[in-house]
């Protein structure tokens, strides 16, 4: 069963701390995003990456910067994480350079205090 | 600026009835459209897309309907069962600039 897996459930986060979330997917694909989900607001895209190494922002990357040294592995860092950064986080994963038939990891619920 | 737009923040079908929820869209370059549901605690998962080229695709009790003219998709599931309850996304996705844009999501409530 193909799986796209982030590291956390629920984070609890300082403001001003640095974070870090993690996403590892199994499936070989080339693409993978991080989208995060506000009440209202459906999913935004933050970052996506079509290749190790490369990367491209979305349309809310302010705040935010990623990381994709292995193919399976795209991480989110939020260099100082500030209260309007609490949110859900969902990483995804696609064969598709178009990003078509994402599949998506359960989320991480960052609340930041 | 939304380009994708689901009007209606829930809806409340019985079961056995049909349930249609609604997209719209402002950009006129995208070419695919999606529909994703999602339960609690878990990611969206891919439930039916259609190309611009189409005005239907139907996946057993799920059809999707598509009026370019009026930038203008639904979802029709037919009959509704309680499982369906979930919230539903619509997507589009413009496959030339690599983006696919996601609507506020509509929760279903199917009630049995």
């Known amino acids: 069963d193909v799986k796209v897996t982030q590291s956390s459930r629920y984070l609890v986060k300082r403001t001003g701390e640095k974070v870090f979330l993690e996403c590892v997917q199994d499936m070989d694909h080339e693409n993978m995003f991080w989208y995060r989900q506000d009440p209202g607001l459906g999913l935004r895209l933050i970052y996506f990456s079509y290749d190790v190494k490369m990367k491209e922002k979305g349309d809310i990357p302010e705040g935010y910067s990623v990381s994709r040294e292995k193919k399976e592995r795209f991480s989110l860092i939020l260099e100082s994480a500030s209260t309007n950064q609490t949110s859900m986080y969902l990483c995804?994963?696609?064969?598709?350079?178009?990003?078509?038939?994402?599949?998506f990891g359960s989320g991480t619920r960052l609340t930041v205090v | 600026d939304q380009q994708v737009k689901q009007n209606s923040p829930s809806l409340s079908v019985q079961e056995g009835r049909i349930s249609i929820l609604n997209c719209d869209y402002t950009?006129?370059?995208?070419?695919?459209f999606l529909w994703y549901k999602k339960y609690p605690a878990e990611g969206p998962t891919f439930l039916i897309s259609?190309?611009?080229?189409?005005d239907k695709n139907e996946d057993g009790r799920f059809t999707v309907f598509l009026n370019k003219s009026a930038k203008h998709l639904s979802l029709h599931i037919v009959p509704s069962q309680p499982g369906d309850s979930a919230v539903y996304f619509c997507?589009?996705?413009?496959?030339?600039?690599?983006?696919?844009?996601f609507g506020a999501g509509t929760r279903l409530f199917v009630k049995a």
């Open positions: 259609i190309s611009s080229i189409k």
């Open positions: 997507a589009a996705s413009d496959t030339g600039g690599f983006k696919t844009i």
């Open positions: 995804a994963s696609s064969p598709d350079p178009t990003g078509l038939g994402y599949t």
């Open positions: 950009n006129s370059m995208f070419d695919y």
